[in-house]
Nanobody
Framework: QVALVESGGGLVQAGGSLSLSCAPSGRTISGYAMAWFRQAPGKEREFVATISRRGGNTYYADSVKGRFTISRDSANNALYLRMNSLKPEDTAIYYC?????????????????WGQGTQVTVSS
C-alpha cells in the first residue's frame, strides 16, 4: 500500500505559475510509474501527465502540452508538476497516482494508488 500526499495547490491569476508536489508516506515511489490527473467541478477526471518509473519518458495531455512539466526526484522521493501559463480552465483538483510497472499511462484505471488531491484555482 502506498499513501500519496499532494501539496502546492492554491489560487493564482491567469498567466501565473504553480508547482505541485506528491510524496509517499512511508514508502518509496521508485518502483512505480507516476501520473497527474485532475477533476474540474461537474466534469470527469482527466489525464494531465505521466512519467515512467525511471523518469526517461513523459507524456502530456494536449491541453497542457508546452505549459506543464512533470518530473520526479529519486533523492527526495517525490513527484512534481510545474504548471506555467495557467488558464481558468486549469481549475481543478489535481491528483497524483502511482502505477505498478515501468511505463506511464494515460488511463486512470491502470493506476493502483491515488492521493487525496490538491485544489488549484486559476482566476481570470
Amino acid at each position: 500500500q502506498v499513501a500519496l500526499v499532494e501539496s502546492g495547490g492554491g489560487l493564482v491569476q491567469a498567466g501565473g505559475s504553480l508547482s505541485l508536489s506528491c510524496a509517499p508516506s512511508g514508502r518509496t515511489i521508485s518502483g512505480y510509474a507516476m501520473a497527474w490527473f485532475r477533476q474540474a467541478p461537474g466534469k470527469e477526471r482527466e489525464f494531465v501527465a505521466t512519467i515512467s518509473r525511471r523518469g526517461g519518458n513523459t507524456y502530456y495531455a494536449d491541453s497542457v502540452k508546452g505549459r506543464f512539466t512533470i518530473s520526479r526526484d529519486s533523492a527526495n522521493n517525490a513527484l512534481y508538476l510545474r504548471m506555467n501559463s495557467l488558464k481558468p480552465e486549469d481549475t481543478a483538483i489535481y491528483y497524483c497516482a502511482a502505477r505498478i510497472g515501468t511505463s506511464g499511462s494515460a488511463l486512470d484505471y491502470e493506476y493502483n494508488y491515488w492521493g487525496q488531491g490538491t485544489q488549484v484555482t486559476v482566476s481570470s
